[in-house]
């Protein structure tokens, strides 16, 4: 179940940086996608956390 969550925020960064890379500058492009990561990340960490509280029956 936590692979869904890792390959979802995987494709939620590289669907974003590809969308990005075709309508703005380099440098934005590259910030943005770092956030995106960045965010992708705190997302994944968060369900993780979720998905355990749950199993283990809090």
Same mark, same amino acid.
Request: hydrophobic share 50%; charged share 15%.
């Given at each position: 179940?936590? $692979? &869904? ?8 960064? !590289?669907?974003?940086?590809?969308? !990005? ?5 380099? !440098?934005?492009?590259? +910030? !943005? $996608?770092? +956030?995106?990561? &960045?965010?992708?990340? +705190? &997302? &994944?960490? #968060?369900?993780?956390?979720? #998905?355990?509280?749950?199993? $283990?029956?809090?």
């Amino acid at each position: 179940m936590m $692979s &869904v969550y890792f390959f979802t925020g995987i494709f939620f960064t !590289l669907g974003f940086n590809a969308f !990005l890379s075709q309508v703005a500058d380099d !440098l934005v492009t590259g +910030v !943005l $996608s770092i +956030v995106g990561g &960045v965010i992708s990340s +705190v &997302v &994944v960490a #968060w369900c993780k956390n979720r #998905w355990e509280r749950k199993r $283990s029956g809090r």
